[in-house]
């Protein structure tokens, strides 16, 4: 359950932060590539990032309501779904936050209202969620559920 939380939001974390920013001075530190896309103070409507493979296959795809960045540091998200694609239909994650505040200099997500992992045979959701993704360690906390859900039975009548 939770390492499957986890791993939801490393990648979403991965997507989000095209770059390392290092613990260096302000004076210093390069903005990380979505810093530079996303202009202080002003909110960004109907945003999507797709990622892609090597191959050309896209990996995953990111969404999110609006999204402003607030200051040098934080940038905050409404209503963002994040979904990976795997090489099946079944292999289908999603990720929804109803908001999130990711600091770019930690790079440490955090949402404080009911997130939600899903797949096609489980549900986790928890009051809150924290992820570093430096040291790739998360934690969802309070209320979290998770529900199992059956496999569809492989039709075996089929004619060939």
Request: aromatic share 4%.
């Amino acid at each position: 359950m939770a390492c499957i939380g986890v791993a939801a939001i490393s990648l979403l974390i991965f997507l989000m932060a095209s770059t390392q920013v290092l613990a260096q001075p302000a004076s210093a530190r390069q903005e990380p590539s979505v810093a530079q896309a996303l202009p202080l103070g002003v909110v960004n409507q109907g945003i999507r990032i797709p990622s892609f493979e090597e191959s050309g296959r896209k990996a995953s795809d990111l969404r999110a309501a609006t999204a402003v960045r607030i200051d040098d540091e934080q940038l905050l998200a409404h209503e963002v779904w994040m979904d990976w694609h795997g090489k099946l239909p079944s292999e289908v994650m999603q990720l929804h936050l109803p908001s999130a505040l990711y600091n770019l200099v930690t790079q440490v997500v955090r949402a404080a209202e009911r997130s939600k992992v899903t797949r096609q045979d489980l549900e986790t959701s928890a009051d809150s969620l924290v992820f570093d993704s430096r040291r790739s360690v998360g934690r969802m906390v309070g209320r979290v559920r998770t529900l199992f859900f059956s496999p569809k039975p492989q039709d075996s009548t089929r004619s060939r």
